[in-house]
């Protein structure tokens, strides 16, 4: 039974026409109307400002300047373990698959980029591949993928290793160049394992996973900072069409809830610890399927829109506040329940031009021994010191750097397994990121703590 279960919370209930943020789910938890919509989204932008083809250009152009003489470079990709100061690979991947998604709700409020979760997911004859869905595009715009020709894809046991890793530049090193991430483009094959990777659409339900598995461990181990206060494309320089785009500091989209996106998981929407503001849209509308919950301080505050809605459920939860003055909406989705759309969009064949000596990229191979050294650091948070113990006795070299990238601290350590950074009292309170820099020059620590 279709149902709105309101549980001891006040609202308002105002109903008007929706601009949305986002319910990211699996591909799979999307009715056949949302599917529709979205392959006939994909298709209208390429037709009308091509971001497609700016993106993925743009993605080009920054890939990776590890065999360049100019160090100074930004880039995208492969900064870790030598290059933290550099390092942005999940923020801006994640900011461009939001860039995608509001041009794809300007097309269709209801609409969020689903995710591929490629562990469990691996068949060439999947519903992913469907020329009703993902499948249509090879043809069209000349992909020329190879499924499941040049694998393997992620296993769950990948999936734990990086789940396992407590320390974020060791988890973000091990994502990116390892099967959770790399697996999805060389399986796919065509434009996916080279730098054009933006050109084939399925790049960024790959990239919403890839996010969602940063969303999983951030919600366990609250450990993700960046040395860098700002991104190429996104540091207010950048213009496309008739846009400039905004200044992103990568610290500040560490909680997805920062761009008003949720993960929903098997039939379930949980909606908290957010405040509407309709920074990106007039109003803010959250559509899923199944059950959507909406609680624990999810606040609808006084002159915000918000719609919530659901083609089966939605529960409002102590804790949900729709304050007087603020137009919010439950709903429930009767028209598009079961029904999918026929394709009104031009859904043609416009192929991409053929980059001449476009190469694969070339991911880390998997039998590369990537333990890392260091065991403990502690006490994180901090008043005075922190300390350090190795598994091994190095040469190393202790910098300090806080939240503006700046460098504050240096001190050089000889043939020790103990580093002991003292004398911190001095410090502001906030967030610092510190890394250790063995004789090699290899970075074996890099890890953000806490002054009090």
């Known amino acids: 039974m279709k149902k709105i279960l309101i549980l001891g919370v006040f609202f308002l209930v105002i109903i008007h026409s929706s601009t949305a943020q986002s319910i990211r789910k699996n591909y799979t938890e999307m009715t056949d109307y949302e599917k529709s919509e979205l392959v006939d989204s994909f298709y209208a932008i390429r037709a009308g400002n091509n971001w497609f083809d700016d993106i993925a250009t743009f993605h080009m152009n920054f890939f990776n300047f590890d065999n ?7 880039d995208l990709h492969f900064n870790l373990p030598d290059e933290s100061e550099k390092e942005i690979f999940l923020a801006w991947h994640r900011r461009a698959v939001f860039e995608l998604e509001r041009y794809v709700q300007d097309y269709n409020p209801k609409l969020s980029i689903p995710f591929w979760e490629s562990p469990l997911d691996q068949s060439t004859t999947s519903a992913l591949w469907d020329e009703t869905f993902i499948g249509s595009f090879n043809t069209n715009w000349n992909l020329n993928r190879n499924l499941g020709g040049n694998g393997p894809m992620p296993t769950p046991a990948n999936l734990a290793t990086v789940y396992g890793l407590s320390d974020f530049f060791l988890f973000t ?3 990116e160049r390892r099967p959770v991430h790399r697996g999805s ?8 394992p080279t730098p054009l990777s933006p050109r084939d ?3 960024f339900l790959h990239h919403t996973y890839i996010d969602y598995v940063w969303h999983n461990w951030e919600e366990v181990h609250h450990n993700s900072a960046f040395i860098r206060t700002d991104m190429i494309r996104f540091d207010g320089t950048y213009s496309f069409n008739g846009e400039t785009l905004p200044v992103v500091n990568p610290n500040d989209i560490i909680d997805t809830r920062a761009l008003g996106v949720f993960y929903a998981t098997n039939g379930l929407a949980t909606l908290d610890n957010y405040i509407v503001s309709n920074t ?3 109003l803010e509308s959250f559509y899923y399927q199944y059950t959507v919950e909406a609680g624990d301080n999810f606040i609808v505050p006084t ?8 083609v089966n459920e939605i529960v409002l939860k102590p804790g949900f506040e729709a304050h007087s003055g603020s137009d919010f909406t439950a709903s429930i989705d009767v028209q598009n329940a079961n029904t999918g759309k026929k394709s009104t969009a031009n859904r043609s064949y416009k192929p991409y031009d ?3 000596n476009l190469q694969v990229i070339v991911w880390e191979e998997d039998d590369k021994d990537d333990t890392p050294i260091i065991i403990q650091a502690y006490p994180n948070p901090f008043t005075e010191t922190i300390n350090i113990n190795l ?8 910098e300090v750097f806080n939240m503006m990238g700046m460098l504050i601290r240096d001190e050089s350590f000889q043939n020790t397994d103990k580093v002991i950074i003292k004398d911190l009292y001095g410090l502001a309170s906030g967030f610092y990121v510190i890394r250790i820099v063995d004789g090699g020059g290899n970075i074996v620590l890099a890890k953000r703590v806490v002054k009090l």
């Open 201 to 203: 659409p399925v790049f």
């Open 354 to 356: 053929v980059v001449p």
């Open 68 to 74: 360049t003489t100019d160090t100074s470079r930004l």
């Open 280 to 282: 990106y849209r007039p």
């Open 391 to 398: 598994n091994k006795k190095i040469d190393c070299k202790v």
């Open 303 to 310: 002159g915000a829109n918000c719609i919530i809605e659901s």
């Open 185 to 192: 483009h060389v399986w796919t094959g065509g434009a996916m």
């Open 173 to 175: 090193n091990e994502l």
